[in-house]
C-alpha cells in the first residue's frame, strides 16, 4: 500500500502526542519532524491536531476491517465475531493507549462531541459491514446504535485496565455483549407475544417504514455536491 503524507504526518504526531495531548504544539511539532508546510498539510485535508486526531481513529478502523479480513471467525458464534471486532479494534491501537486517552478527552469536549460521536458510529458500522451485515430497514440503525454504545464503554474500561493482558476488558467486553444478546432476546419474546404484537402493531409499521442510508449516493442526483479536490 502506497504511503500517504497524510501518514508520515500521523506517525510524527505520535510522538509528541504523548506529552502534549493532540494539541497545537503536536500538530506544529508533527509539521516540523516532516518538513511539511501548514498550507501543504492543509491541501492534504489536515487543518490541526483535531484532524491527526480523526485520521488516528479511522487508521484503527482500517486495521481492525483488515484483520477481521484475515481471521477465520466461521467456526465463532455470531455474538463473539461481534465481540472479536471489538477487541481487534483495541488491540490494534494498544501500543497508543496514552494517545488513545488523549483523544478521548480531545472528542469528550462539547465543541468535539459530535465528532466523536461519528466516530464511534462509524467503528460500529465497520465492524457490522466487516462481519456481512445485510440489514437494510431499522435494524440497521439499532444494531449500530447498541454496538457504538458497546464500544464505547469497553473503551472507557480499557483505559484504566491494568490486569495482565487486558482480562479484565475482555470480560467486561463479553458481559456487554451479552446485555445485547439478552435485550434481542426480549424483542424476539415480544413479536412472539400475540397480545404484546398487537399492541405494538402501529409502532412497527412505522419503524418497517426506516430503511438504511444508500451507501453510495448517486453523485447524478439533483442537489448532491460533489466534493472538490484541494487546489
Known amino acids: 500500500m502506497t504511503s500517504k503524507p497524510t501518514d508520515a504526518l500521523l506517525n510524527a504526531a505520535l510522538t509528541h502526542v504523548v506529552f502534549d495531548g493532540w494539541s497545537e504544539a503536536t500538530f506544529e511539532a508533527a509539521l516540523s519532524d516532516c518538513g511539511m508546510s501548514r498550507t501543504e498539510a492543509v491541501g492534504h485535508g489536515v487543518r490541526g491536531a483535531l484532524d ?22 466461521l467456526s465463532m458464534k ?25 483523544a478521548s478527552a480531545l472528542f469528550a469536549l462539547p ?13 460500529a ?21 447498541t454496538l457504538s454504545a458497546v464500544y464505547g464503554s469497553t473503551v472507557l474500561f480499557w483505559l ?18 451479552e446485555n445485547v444478546m439478552q435485550f434481542e432476546q426480549v424483542k424476539a419474546q415480544v413479536r412472539g ?11 412497527s409499521w412505522l419503524l418497517s417504514k426506516v430503511r438504511a ?19
Open 160 to 177: 484504566g485496565d491494568q490486569s495482565e493482558n487486558h482480562e479484565d476488558t475482555w470480560a467486561f467486553l463479553d458481559r456487554r455483549i
Open 52 to 73: 491527526l486526531a480523526v485520521l488516528f481513529h479511522k487508521r484503527g478502523d482500517a486495521a481492525m476491517v483488515a484483520r477481521l479480513k484475515r481471521e477465520n471467525l
Open 193 to 203: 407475544n400475540p397480545v404484546a404484537s398487537k399492541l405494538l402493531a402501529g409502532p
Open 213 to 231: 442510508p444508500a451507501t453510495m449516493p448517486d453523485p447524478d442526483l439533483p442537489g448532491m455536491m460533489t466534493p472538490r479536490n484541494p487546489e
Open 125 to 145: 458500522d465497520a465492524i457490522w459491514t466487516a462481519l456481512g451485515d445485510t440489514s437494510t430497514d431499522y435494524n440497521w440503525y439499532t444494531k449500530r446504535a
Open 78 to 102: 455470531f455474538r463473539d465475531r461481534v465481540a472479536a471486532g471489538v477487541r481487534f479494534r483495541l488491540e490494534e491501537v494498544a501500543g497508543h493507549k496514552e494517545a488513545v486517552r488523549r
Open 111 to 123: 465543541q468535539n462531541g459530535p465528532q466523536g460521536a461519528k466516530l464511534i458510529w462509524g467503528t
